[in-house]
């Protein structure tokens, strides 16, 4: 919401602006509140009946790996989201980071992502793992963040950040 509404103050549009900012801190706290675990980490959803979404193991890289750089949380939260990012070999071995563990939602299809094989947005990589990347500098873990960069360079150069539209 932030980012929204800097978007509107370039594009003149002050009063909306203004009205996005006063939905910053309420959104914040409902987030904080009904999607933080009590270690420190985001899950991805609520479900109908507000349950957390997906299995009980399960872990969503998205909504934590954006959490810092986006600034929801502070650097004390973003502190815990790296150390449980690192705590899971099967997800931190996967770099740059694969987007879920133990896999991906039940919900979604084999046919959703293209059968076997077949990533549809591979292209999204970069942006997950420049996330990843940006919450380990949040938190002074150079080294880390250095490994995760030279993997995304090699990744691009090797062409596995490819896309579906790559050829739009």
């Known amino acids: 919401l932030a980012l929204m ?7 003149g549009n002050g009063q ?3 009205e996005i900012k006063e939905r ?3 959104t914040r706290k409902a987030l904080l509140s009904n ?3 009590e270690d420190g980490f985001f899950i991805s959803v609520l479900d109908k009946k507000v349950k957390p979404h997906g299995k009980d193991d ?5 909504p934590n790996a954006m959490a810092g750089p986006l600034e929801v ?9 790296v150390k449980k990012i690192n705590s899971i070999p099967e997800l931190d071995s996967n770099v740059p980071m694969c987007s879920n563990y133990p896999g991906r939602p039940d919900d979604e299809t084999h046919y959703e992502h293209g059968g076997d094989g077949f990533h549809m ?7 997950l793992g420049g996330l990843d990347v ?17 993997l995304l360079v090699d990744m691009q150069k090797n062409h596995y950040l490819q896309d579906r539209v790559e050829k739009f």
């Open 24 to 26: 910053i801190m309420p």
């Open 121 to 127: 947005n591979g292209g999204a990589w970069m942006g």
């Open 58 to 62: 399960y872990f969503e890289s998205y």
């Open 73 to 81: 949380v502070d650097d004390k939260i973003v502190k815990s989201i």
């Open 134 to 150: 940006w919450s380990h500098l949040i938190v002074a873990d150079y080294e880390r963040a250095e490994v995760l960069i030279r």
């Open 5 to 11: 509404s800097e978007v509107e103050l370039l594009l």
């Open 35 to 37: 999607l933080l675990t």
């Open 16 to 18: 909306e602006a203004e």
